[in-house]
């Protein structure tokens, strides 16, 4: 059957109709547009916004997290330039922070707090303001500072930048041995005699040294005053110095006796085995016992040393003096060379020869001291 064949009225209630199948006649519903409008979801507006939205909140949130980021960085960096050239974060200095500060600016608040500060004191119904300087006492603001600068700066680097990681820097403002009561005594008119430490000279045979005993004194007693001073100074001014009532006392040497043969023995070894300088198998010169007692004092162990110095115990070596020594009376040495072997050496006018000397050659040559140790 072809599909001419097929009938196709209209059926009245909009179907159509398709007889002579074989079965009973098959009823399709006409299809209508409209059943598309239904189940197609339609677009919403309000829902594209809040897409577009939330990417727009992402980017802004990315934005935000670099910026913080980059700002970071850039504080860090810009904290450890600073922190390069001042106190780092936790560094006080007797119990005052110190973070933050520079070199000078501490320097300049330990000598203005210095400059400014007194004791009162009475002694027998006579009032007097002292200062530092009437103590005799010089304050090493720098050395000071320079203990503050490196406070912390070996430890890792987040405990070194951490403002919780404390340290204090507990050092002495003065030295007490260096405290002088004699004008002190002036301003009061009480008479005073400064006790001397023992000292070393060479003795006339230049093979040992002795030992001049120190000697006591008498005078004010300044204990009390020095602690007020202390007070004052390492508060930074906040304390206020108390009224110290003065006294007469017996003052003892800084160094003792027993310290000062205690130096003797160490000085007389080096006497024994001088420091020699040599060219080649021969000692051309040495440094001696005029050297050595041109270089050594007795120091207390609280004073400071000087760049070139180095002590054992109170006994103090002077590497400028010791340096001095060599150019004055090493320095120029004149060689006399036989069939290249030494047979005259000249230092400074004295002369080490061999009397084997027959026909010389003459060579100047300058030789470096080697430096004296202590043992």
Known sequence: ????????????????????????????????????????????????????????????????????????????????????SHALPGVTLWGKSMTGQSRDHIIQEISDTAESLTVPVSYEGTSKKVTLKDLGVAIDAESIAENVMNAKRNDSFFQKYAFWTREDV??????????????????????????????????????????????????????????????????????????????????????????????????????????????????????????????????SDGEKLSDNQTRKGVLVVDGDKLQQYYNDSIKSIQIIFQNGQCLNIQVIGRLIQDQNVRRTHQHTQKKQSSALTTR
Do not use: C
């Open 1 to 84: 059957m072809s599909l001419n064949d097929m009938d196709s009225p209209e059926s009245g209630n909009g179907k159509f109709a398709f007889p002579n199948m074989g079965d009973d006649p098959k009823v399709i519903s006409q299809v209508s547009l409209d059943s598309f409008a239904e189940t197609a979801d339609p677009i919403d507006d309000g829902a594209a916004l809040t897409v577009n939205a939330s990417k727009k909140r992402h980017l802004l949130w990315l934005w935000i997290v670099l910026a913080v980021m980059l700002l970071l960085g850039v504080v860090s960096g810009g904290g450890y330039w600073f922190f390069q």
């Open 170 to 299: 507990d050092v002495e403002s003065f030295d007490d041995s260096r405290v002088s009561a004699q004008t002190v005594g002036d301003m009061l008119g009480v008479q005073s005699v400064s006790a001397t430490n023992p000292s070393l000279q060479l003795n006339a045979d230049g093979t040992a040294f002795d030992v001049t005993p120190g000697q006591q004194g008498t005078g004010i007693d300044v204990t009390d005053i020095v602690k007020e001073a202390k007070n004052v100074l390492e508060s930074f001014g906040k304390q206020t110095a108390q009224m110290v009532t003065l006294k007469n006392k017996v003052t003892d040497p800084v160094i003792t006796d027993d310290q000062a043969n205690e130096a003797k023995a160490s000085a007389d070894a080096w006497i024994a085995k001088p420091v020699a300088i040599k060219i080649g198998d021969h000692k051309v010169a040495e440094f001696g016992a005029q050297s050595i007692a041109s270089a050594i004092t007795l120091e």
